[in-house]
């Protein structure tokens, strides 16, 4: 049964009992475990829960990790070195950790890294099988491995230091045969030579990267910590806690750089190419854990420290299933295993001091998340040892600063202990509902088989940022997120004076959200009525209406409607009337016309969709406002389909008028605007690059076009994010391009 058919059944049971009515009256989160913690009736069923998704364990399986190991070897015989690559992790995967098949995957896949020329991937392959319990008699043969990437590196000095492990392993070893000594020793008198003809040529070897951190954006800040040092926190009684500036602050400014106390990846198929520790996107050659197979990291540092930290104790739970039921308390749980490990004392009690709005809860509200936050601690109990091995006092209770926020269990008693940690674990989940951050990633989607891609936002994980949490809530926000991995970035994206106060968006944005499903959304969530200037100012109040209205037949603006017959243009406020049954005829034979182009896109009838595109186009143009969703849908879908045709001005002509669109509704410096320059300048180099005539004047001319676009973009990028942005990177590397390609035609 899966989870919340157990939560909505316990919950349909306890409003029949005394139980309920009690809850009516407790105050605050130790109050209300301490009565969800007395119901045995809850108890015995969480248990059987528990017990079931325990019987459905999906668990490592050495004959499953055989199979994907010697399908590897199969790929690798035939050189299909990337195909064995994933066949090894997913042997990797299911590999039981205590024996040697998880390390000799691992060593199998640095073979083939070393043949594609991953060097410093295959090192670090090596590195993770000798910390797998990698047998000691083929341990030579990686050695001399290592030892050929450091030569393939330059690294004369540490292939030297391989050859020598290799050399001590092969003396001191009497499992290794005579026959495998005298081989290692011929390969490491050839891979002797190989150095000592690179300390003939003296050939430098490649320098070391230079790691940088997100961190180095702002210098630390005492006072309000991953904050700039122009930003204050302030309190009064209508707005609660806010931030504001000391000084004035310019556009693009950086104003926070933090890490997550706690973040969970979300449970999509894009989480698999997310590091569960740091965010960061897997490449070809992820970690598994060593206990599920479930988990990937992105580097034996992520591998190692997560297991130390907490893994060790949400491992048998990703194989009972239990994380991607439960929705946030996954979190919650990780908060509270975060502040078990933390040493950052003063991050431990900006979290314990983030808003519950318990006080704001339905009874029933209440009910369902200690449900939840029993079942955890039930699950700690039984399927981990952290109430065993953990110092409750020294790990948390003396950690508090503030009395308001201790939370007061004897946790000298097992019973106490439990009642104490099932009681930090709702505060967080409590918290997490106004608190809770999406992390999100650029995501490219192929253009209905053109060879142009659109980025879209995706949330891959949600984190919990106790310092950004400080900011209030705008419909039209003063600041831009980004994200370097779980680094969350904020910067200005307008002027703001000092004393200004510093507003995020909660997720409502004006520019994508009516009033009223803006208003119900943060009242739900939020528990409170948003009175920002979009929400009271009476011109913005219907922004959105614009790019869903008809057009005046006066002076082509927008039209909103009076009565059943009549529109009020909200321009130059003449009342219109029209024929609404040919106007509506017209725009479903519009709509129509539109999803047979779709059907015919799919199907590569490329002329008749076009056809129908532009007749489609045709009619919204004569009803619709200049700036519709569907009239600019309309120019984005002919600008595609102009793309796989090979209609390369067309296309960009389509693409320009679309982005007019996009300024108007999203900002002239938006995110939005700066991914349609991105994807407009993929189309006009694919025409620069495939079109034979380079001297032309419509060559000359997209290419100058080119330019201001590439220019632009990189300029919106550098106020709204930075150089760790994927799509300021793109945009960077197609700048270079085109500067070589035009220099080229001296242009």
């Known amino acids: 049964m899966q989870w919340q058919s157990v939560l909505e059944f316990i919950h349909r049971k306890l409003r029949t009992t005394n139980l309920y009515k009690e809850f009516n009256n407790k105050q605050n989160e130790h109050e209300v475990m301490a009565l969800m913690m007395s119901n045995d009736i809850v108890g015995e069923l969480l248990t059987l829960w528990l017990e079931k998704q325990c019987e459905l364990k999906i668990e490592k399986c050495s004959k499953k990790a055989k199979s994907f190991k010697n399908e590897g070897n199969e790929s690798f015989k035939k050189k299909n070195y990337p195909a064995s690559v994933e066949l090894y992790t997913t042997s990797a995967k299911y590999a039981i950790f205590d024996n040697d098949d998880y390390s000799i995957s691992l060593a199998n896949r640095s073979a083939a890294l070393f043949h594609m020329g991953e060097y410093e991937s295959c090192l670090e392959d090596i590195d993770v099988a000798f910390a797998s319990n990698y047998p000691t008699e083929l341990r030579p043969k990686l050695h001399l491995r290592a030892a050929q990437c450091w030569i393939k590196l330059y690294d004369a000095s540490r292939a030297d230091e391989q050859l020598t492990k290799a050399q001590n392993l092969i003396t001191n070893d009497e499992n290794i045969t005579a026959n495998d000594r005298e081989n290692v020793m011929r390969n490491i008198g050839k891979l002797t030579m190989e150095i000592n003809e690179l300390l003939e040529q003296k050939v430098c070897k490649?320098?070391?990267?230079?790691?940088?951190?997100?961190?180095?954006?702002?210098?630390?800040?005492?006072?309000?910590?991953?904050?700039?040092?122009?930003?204050?926190?302030?309190?009064?009684?209508?707005?609660?806690?806010?931030?504001?500036?000391?000084?004035?602050?310019?556009?693009?400014?950086?104003?926070?750089?933090?890490?997550?106390?706690?973040?969970?990846?979300?449970?999509?198929?894009?989480?698999?190419?997310?590091?569960?520790?740091?965010?960061?996107?897997?490449?070809?050659?992820?970690?598994?854990?060593?206990?599920?197979?479930h988990v990937l990291y992105c580097s034996k540092?992520?591998?190692?420290?997560?297991?130390?930290?907490?893994?060790?104790?949400?491992?048998?739970?990703?194989?009972?299933?239990?994380?991607?039921?439960?929705?946030?308390?996954?979190?919650?749980?990780?908060?509270?295993?975060?502040?078990?490990?933390?040493?950052?004392?003063?991050?431990?009690?900006?979290?314990?001091?983030?808003?519950?709005?318990?006080?704001?809860?339905?009874?029933?509200?209440?009910?369902?998340y200690s449900i939840t936050a029993r079942m955890l601690v039930q699950y700690l109990e039984v399927y981990t040892n952290i109430l065993k091995t953990i110092d409750m006092k020294t790990c948390l209770i003396d950690k508090f600063m503030n009395e308001e926020f201790t939370i007061s269990s004897d946790v000298s008693c097992h019973e106490g202990k439990k009642l104490f940690v099932g009681t930090l674990i709702l505060r967080h989940m409590l918290q997490l509902i106004a608190n809770g951050h999406a992390i999100t990633r650029l995501n490219l989607t192929d253009a209905e088989g053109a060879s142009v891609f659109e980025e879209q936002q995706q949330r891959v994980a949600v984190g919990i940022y106790p310092s950004?949490?400080?900011?209030?809530?705008?419909?039209?926000?003063?600041?831009m997120n980004t994200f370097w991995n779980d680094y969350l970035i904020v910067k200005a994206v307008r002027n703001i004076p000092a004393g200004g106060e510093i507003f995020n968006c909660y997720g409502p944005h004006f520019r994508r959200m009516g009033l009223k499903e803006r208003q119900d959304a943060l009242k739900n969530q939020y528990c409170f009525t948003c009175q920002c200037e979009p929400?009271?100012?009476?011109?913005?109040?219907?922004?959105?209406?614009?790019?869903?209205?008809?057009?005046?037949?006066?002076c082509d603006g927008p039209l909103t409607d009076v009565d059943m017959n009549s529109s009020k243009c909200l321009d130059c406020n003449l009342i219109c009337t029209a024929d609404v049954k040919n106007r509506a005829d017209d725009l479903n034979n519009a709509t129509t016309l539109f999803n047979l182009a779709q059907d015919c896109m799919q199907q590569g009838k490329n002329d008749e969709a076009l056809d129908h595109l532009e007749r489609c186009l045709k009619i919204r143009q004569k009803w619709l406002f200049k700036y519709h969703d569907e009239l600019t849908i309309n120019y984005d879908t002919l600008g595609k389909i102009c793309v796989v045709m090979g209609q390369w001005c067309d296309s960009i002509s389509y693409l320009e008028t679309s982005i007019l669109a996009v300024e108007e509704k999203f900002g002239l410096d938006s995110i939005e605007v700066a991914n349609?320059?991105?994807?407009?300048?993929?189309?006009?180099?694919?025409?620069?690059?495939?079109?034979?005539?380079?001297?032309?004047?419509?060559?000359?001319?997209?290419?100058?076009?080119t330019q201001r676009f590439l220019r632009r973009a990189e300029k919106i990028m550098s106020i709204i994010g930075g150089p760790w942005s994927e799509v300021y990177q793109e945009i960077s590397n197609k700048g270079r391009e085109l500067s070589g390609m035009l220099q080229s035609l001296r242009i």
């Open 206 to 293: 490649f320098p070391d990267v230079i790691k940088w951190s997100p961190e180095d954006l702002l210098p630390p800040n005492p006072t309000y910590s991953s904050a700039s040092s122009v930003l204050t926190r302030d309190y009064s009684p209508t707005r609660g806690r806010y931030v504001k500036t000391k000084s004035a602050i310019k556009r693009g400014d950086v104003l926070y750089v933090e890490k997550p106390f706690a973040f969970v990846t979300l449970d999509h198929i894009v989480s698999n190419f997310i590091c569960v520790h740091c965010c960061n996107h897997i490449a070809n050659a992820g970690y598994p854990c060593r206990g599920c197979p």
């Open 301 to 368: 540092k992520c591998w190692s420290i997560s297991w130390l930290s907490y893994h060790k104790w949400e491992c048998v739970g990703y194989e009972m299933s239990i994380w991607k039921q439960i929705g946030i308390a996954h979190l919650a749980l990780k908060v509270f295993f975060s502040s078990i490990e933390t040493h950052d004392n003063t991050k431990f009690n900006e979290v314990q001091k983030l808003v519950t709005n318990i006080d704001k809860l339905s009874t029933d509200d209440l009910i369902i």
């Open 468 to 479: 950004v949490s400080m900011m209030n809530h705008s419909c039209d926000p003063n600041i």
């Open 535 to 554: 929400c009271t100012d009476p011109e913005l109040q219907h922004f959105l209406d614009r790019f869903a209205a008809l057009k005046c037949l006066n």
């Open 676 to 705: 349609e320059l991105n994807k407009i300048t993929d189309i006009c180099i694919q025409y620069l690059q495939r079109t034979p005539n380079g001297k032309s004047s419509s060559y000359r001319d997209i290419g100058k076009k």
